[in-house]
């Protein structure tokens, strides 16, 4: 495997979507090339710094708003059935 | 192999008191007729009039609804707009939903346009879903630099998160959502290639290209050389 190949199976490693024998090819790759063993786990380390960021917080009075606007959409919806 | 999410179909947490609609003037709660954790049988229920079932499946995923349209948006007041439209659109054509997917999968598709119409508004000329321009991945080798074990403790909290948030938003649209979908949200390649209306081909080549394009705009803040 070169590495071109790495970089296009690169979505499917880290999702641990590759065949067993593709997955042994590309490690073996990965065990004797550093550029792509730092792409790899950059590119790993990126999905992982997006998953652990801090969740947008719901504010509260934009919770209220939309809470209000669906009791007034089931209120109207009450009264046409 | 990277887990993000955690299933939305996951446990349900019955509120502490009886289900009710929460406004700030009409605290009376509303009976449901719903007593187990099924997303299937609180649609089927709203479908029927249940309105306390809907406000069920509102309280279930809000958060998440608002998180996604801040992400796409980039602004508080158009994912409020999208979240409330969202939630509105999902109930007033709730008796279109076949159940052919799952109800949340359907409600982000909702969400999704109303969000990239927001965009559109924006810059009517640079939102576009169709399918991108071959890309260059030759040039993910011009900008190799090791980040060391947690480069994200370089910086606090509020600046990690502006750091995140700017380069999400330099992101062209196409490829943000499908990152923000698989990679943020968790939802799968074939329920992602359902909601954009897109092939599971196609949400695979935009997450690669996705992921490699913020690995490089990370680079310059997260790599060893870099001192703060």
Avoid at chain 1, 20 to 34: A, G, K, Y
Avoid at chain 1, 35 to 42: H, K, Q, S
Avoid at chain 2, 60 to 86: C, H, P, S, W
Wanted: glycine share 4%; with cysteine.
């Amino acid at each position: 495997m070169n590495c071109k190949k790495v970089i296009l199976e690169l979505t499917s490693y880290l999702d641990g979507a590759l065949d067993s024998s593709v997955r042994l090819e590309l490690e073996q790759h990965l065990s004797q090339c550093t550029d792509c063993r730092m792409v790899v786990d950059t590119t790993r380390k990126t999905i992982q710094i997006f998953c652990n960021s801090e969740p947008v917080p719901l504010p509260e009075d934009v919770r209220k708003r939309l809470h209000t606007a669906l009791l007034d959409r089931f209120r109207r919806n009450a009264k046409t059935i | 192999m990277i887990f993000c999410q955690s299933s939305v179909a996951g446990r349900y947490r019955p509120p502490l008191g009886a289900l009710r609609i929460v406004t700030a003037t009409d605290p009376k709660p509303l009976p449901s007729t719903i007593v187990r954790d099924d997303e299937a049988q609180l649609v089927s229920a709203a479908k029927a009039g249940d309105a306390a079932a809907f406000e069920e499946l509102v309280n279930r995923y809000e958060r998440k609804i608002f998180r996604l349209g801040m992400n796409i948006t980039q602004n508080r007041e158009d994912a409020e707009d999208v979240m409330q439209e969202a939630f509105l659109k999902s109930y007033t054509n709730l008796d279109r939903f076949q159940g052919d997917s799952r109800f949340y999968t359907w409600l982000v598709r909702i969400a999704v346009n109303e969000a990239l119409m927001k965009l559109r508004k924006r810059r009517p000329n640079q939102v576009s879903l169709d399918e991108p321009l071959p890309g260059d991945d030759d040039s993910v080798f011009r900008e190799i630099e090791d980040w060391g074990p947690s480069p994200e403790k370089k910086f606090a909290q509020t600046e990690l998160n502006e750091i995140l948030n700017s380069v999400i938003g330099e992101l062209d649209p196409i490829f943000r959502v499908v990152f923000l979908l698989r990679d943020v949200e968790g939802i799968s390649t074939e329920e992602t290639a359902q909601i954009l209306d897109i092939s599971e081909a196609a949400v695979k080549s935009r997450l690669l290209r996705a992921r490699l394009k913020l690995r490089q705009k990370l680079n310059k803040y997260f790599r060893r050389s870099e001192s703060k």
